[in-house]
C-alpha cells in the first residue's frame, strides 16, 4: 500500500523529527552534529528553505522548517540520504540509520509555531542532559540565548548563526529576547 502523501504548500512550516533506527545514535562525536548542519546547509542551498529552530539529540533530532518553493519530501529524501551515506561510510555501518520515515508535523498558527519552538529548545532537558536550554550545544536555543561564555571560536555555532531564522519567533515578542527565553524558560 502507497504512503499518504503529505500536504505541501509553499511556505508550510512543519515540526520534523527523525529517529536513529532501533533508537540508535545517529551522532556518536562532535564532527558528526557539525557535518549534520553542513549538509543541511548544502541542501538548503540547493533547494532554499527556512529553519527556525534545530535541537540535535544523539539519537534523534527536531527541526521547525519552512518551506518556499520544493516539497518538504523532497528536501528530506536529499538530506537524509546524505547524512546516511557519509554516517555509514563513516563508522562501516551497513542498513538504515533512520528509523522508518521521518515525522512532519504542519504548523498552522502562531501560537503552535512558538510551542513546537519551546518543544523543541527544552528537549535537552527533558532528556536530563543539562539543566538550562542555552547549555546544549546542539541547538538554536544558544541564537536566542546568547551566553557571555561563547567566546571561543565554535565551528557549530557559526553554522547555526548561517541558517537558522530567528527573527519569525523574535517577532512574535517584538524582536525580545528577553521575552522569548521567559517564555521558553517560564521565567
Same mark, same amino acid.
Given at each position: 500500500?502507497?504512503?499518504?502523501? +503529505?500536504i505541501?504548500?509553499? !511556505?508550510?512550516i512543519?515540526?520534523?523529527?527523525?529517529? !536513529?533506527? +532501533?533508537? !540508535?545514535?545517529?551522532? +556518536?562525536?562532535?564532527?558528526?552534529?557539525?557535518?549534520?548542519?553542513?549538509?543541511?546547509?548544502?541542501?538548503?542551498?540547493?533547494?532554499?528553505?527556512?529553519?527556525?529552530s534545530?535541537?540535535?539529540?544523539?539519537?534523534?533530532?527536531?527541526m521547525?522548517?519552512?518551506?518556499?518553493?520544493?516539497?518538504?519530501?523532497?528536501?528530506?529524501?536529499r /538530506?537524509?540520504?546524505?547524512?546516511a551515506?557519509?554516517?555509514?561510510?563513516?563508522?562501516?555501518?551497513? !542498513?538504515?540509520?533512520?528509523? =522508518?520515515?521521518?515525522?512532519?508535523?504542519i504548523?498552522e498558527?502562531?501560537?503552535? /509555531?512558538?510551542?513546537?519552538?519551546?518543544?523543541?529548545?527544552?528537549?535537552p532537558?527533558?532528556?536530563?542532559?543539562?539543566?538550562?536550554p542555552?547549555?546544549?550545544?546542539?541547538s =538554536?536555543?544558544?541564537?536566542?540565548?546568547?551566553?557571555?561564555?561563547d567566546?571561543?571560536p565554535?565551528?557549530?555555532?557559526?553554522?547555526l +548563526?548561517s541558517?537558522?531564522?530567528i527573527?519569525k519567533?523574535?517577532?512574535?515578542?517584538?524582536?525580545?529576547?528577553?521575552?522569548?527565553?521567559?517564555?521558553?524558560?517560564?521565567a
Amino acid at each position: 500500500m502507497a504512503r499518504k502523501k +503529505r500536504i505541501w504548500y509553499p !511556505g508550510a512550516i512543519y515540526h520534523v523529527i527523525s529517529r !536513529g533506527n +532501533r533508537k !540508535g545514535e545517529i551522532f +556518536r562525536e562532535r564532527n558528526d552534529f557539525i557535518q549534520f548542519l553542513e549538509f543541511l546547509e548544502k541542501v538548503r542551498e540547493m533547494y532554499s528553505f527556512n529553519i527556525h529552530s534545530i535541537c540535535l539529540m544523539t539519537n534523534h533530532f527536531h527541526m521547525l522548517i519552512e518551506t518556499q518553493d520544493i516539497d518538504l519530501s523532497l528536501i528530506m529524501q536529499r /538530506f537524509l540520504s546524505l547524512y546516511a551515506q557519509a554516517y555509514n561510510f563513516k563508522y562501516n555501518y551497513t !542498513g538504515h540509520l533512520f528509523e =522508518s520515515r521521518y515525522t512532519a508535523s504542519i504548523i498552522e498558527d502562531e501560537s503552535y /509555531f512558538l510551542e513546537v519552538s519551546r518543544y523543541i529548545h527544552l528537549n535537552p532537558i527533558r532528556a536530563n542532559m543539562v539543566n538550562e536550554p542555552q547549555a546544549y550545544d546542539y541547538s =538554536s536555543y544558544r541564537l536566542f540565548a546568547p551566553d557571555e561564555y561563547d567566546t571561543e571560536p565554535d565551528v557549530f555555532l557559526d553554522l547555526l +548563526r548561517s541558517m537558522i531564522d530567528i527573527e519569525k519567533a523574535l517577532k512574535m515578542f517584538n524582536l525580545n529576547l528577553d521575552q522569548y527565553r521567559k517564555f521558553v524558560e517560564g521565567a
